[in-house]
């Protein structure tokens, strides 16, 4: 699932009692979980690795999220993968890896994205997952930028990285056109992405993995809020799961201190009592 056809094509599937398979427990599997889900779905998903999102969200936040899709029905097989599906012309169960049969009448396939860059390779631009640029956007030909998915950028230390959010893609986007107008300014991401499952909204901020310690603030309305800090207490992460406005309010608190280098300290940042505004504001006055 890609795009909004895509969409529109799965739409008719999704009917109260119909039995989906997802392949894939990606953000994008899972989201479409929900979906299936709130429309009256038996849903299962497959997922190769041992947990659900692993390559976006860190352990203890997926944990969360896949204990919430089961506490709504949806059943997960994990360290599974697809190895057949049949039919009679349209797709009845999907065949496993182990030789689980799983009966089903549609099947949505969320696994495999990768950057269309046929125009860039037609080009004789370098590719390097995805088309490589350096630090300005700038692809192996000084007249021509890229920015986005399908863009693999050089860090200021460390491999080439490629993103796949909203975020990176608009500030890529921004920068490459600012870049191409004689600007030149080096690409330095600021992560922060989103994904809406059923009525709860997840957001990772900054840093999430590498992390020398992670600090926990639940919040009374069951938000789980959490801290990724390095060895000196600082935060180089937040990430999130729960109302959309105890999430957004939370993470946006912690880019405040993460970018203006405040550390709470853990039983600050572990208390939900404990207001964290003034000692953003403080710092900017
Ligand atoms: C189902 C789904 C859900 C997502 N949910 C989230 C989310 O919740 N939060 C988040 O942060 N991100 C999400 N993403 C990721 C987000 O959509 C992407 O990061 C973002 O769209 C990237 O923007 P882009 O402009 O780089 O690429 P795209 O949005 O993919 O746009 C590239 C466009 O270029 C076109 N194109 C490609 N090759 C050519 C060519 N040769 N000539 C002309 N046109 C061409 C493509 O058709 C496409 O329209 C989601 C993605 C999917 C698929």
Not at 218 to 223: A, F, K, N, Y
């Given at each position: 699932?890609?795009?909004?056809?895509?969409?529109?094509?799965?739409?008719?599937?999704?009917?109260?009692?119909?039995?989906?398979?997802?392949?894939?427990?990606?953000?994008?599997?899972?989201?479409?979980a929900a979906s299936a889900t709130v429309r009256g779905c038996k849903?299962?998903?497959?997922?190769?690795?041992?947990?659900?999102?692993?390559?976006?969200?860190?352990?203890?936040?997926?944990?969360?999220?896949?204990?919430?899709?089961?506490?709504?029905?949806?059943?997960?097989?994990?360290?599974?993968?697809?190895?057949?599906?049949?039919?009679?012309?349209?797709?009845?169960?999907?065949?496993?890896?182990?030789?689980?049969?799983?009966?089903?009448?549609?099947?949505?396939?969320?696994?495999?994205?990768?950057?269309?860059?046929?125009?860039?390779?037609?080009?004789?631009?370098?590719?390097?997952?995805?088309?490589?640029?350096?630090?300005?956007?700038?692809?192996?030909?000084?007249?021509?930028?890229?920015?986005?998915?399908?863009?693999?950028?050089?860090?200021?230390?460390?491999?080439?990285?490629?993103?796949?959010?909203?975020?990176?893609?608009?500030?890529?986007?921004?920068?490459?056109?600012?870049?191409?107008?004689?600007?030149?300014?080096?690409?330095?991401?600021?992560?922060?992405?989103?994904?809406?499952?059923?009525?709860?909204?997840?957001?990772?901020?900054?840093?999430?993995?590498?992390?020398?310690?992670?600090?926990?603030?639940?919040?009374?309305?069951?938000?789980?809020?959490?801290?990724?800090?390095?060895?000196?207490?600082?935060?180089?992460?937040?990430?999130?799961?729960?109302?959309?406005?105890?999430?957004?309010?939370?993470?946006?608190?912690?880019?405040?201190?993460?970018?203006?280098?405040?550390?709470?300290?853990?039983?600050?940042?572990?208390?939900?009592?404990?207001?964290?505004?003034?000692?953003?504001?403080?710092?900017?006055?």
């Amino acid at each position: 699932m890609r795009s909004a056809d895509d969409a529109a094509r799965i739409f008719p599937y999704l009917r109260p009692g119909a039995e989906i398979v997802i392949v894939g427990g990606g953000l994008i599997g899972l989201e479409a979980a929900a979906s299936a889900t709130v429309r009256g779905c038996k849903v299962t998903v497959v997922e190769a690795g041992p947990r659900p999102m692993m390559r976006a969200v860190p352990a203890e936040l997926s944990h969360e999220v896949r204990l919430f899709h089961e506490s709504k029905d949806v059943r997960f097989v994990l360290g599974r993968q697809v190895s057949e599906l049949e039919g009679d012309g349209r797709v009845r169960c999907v065949r496993l890896d182990d030789g689980t049969v799983l009966p089903c009448t549609a099947v949505v396939i969320s696994v495999g994205v990768s950057p269309r860059t046929a125009l860039a390779e037609a080009a004789g631009l370098e590719i390097d997952n995805g088309i490589a640029v350096d630090r300005f956007l700038r692809t192996s030909d000084p007249f021509i930028y890229a920015a986005g998915d399908a863009c693999a950028f050089e860090q200021v230390s460390g491999p080439r990285m490629r993103l796949e959010c909203w975020k990176n893609a608009e500030d890529q986007g921004t920068l490459a056109g600012r870049n191409m107008l004689g600007s030149d300014e080096a690409y330095v991401p600021l992560p922060w992405m989103w994904s809406d499952q059923f009525d709860r909204t997840m957001q990772i901020a900054g840093q999430a993995g590498g992390s020398a310690e992670d600090v926990r603030r639940r919040c009374p309305d069951g938000t789980l809020l959490i801290y990724h800090l390095d060895k000196d207490q600082m935060i180089l992460g937040i990430s999130g799961f729960g109302s959309i406005r105890e999430v957004s309010r939370g993470v946006r608190m912690g880019q405040l201190l993460m970018e203006r280098g405040i550390r709470p300290g853990r039983k600050a940042l572990a208390d939900p009592e404990f207001d964290l505004r003034p000692l953003a504001k403080a710092a900017v006055a």
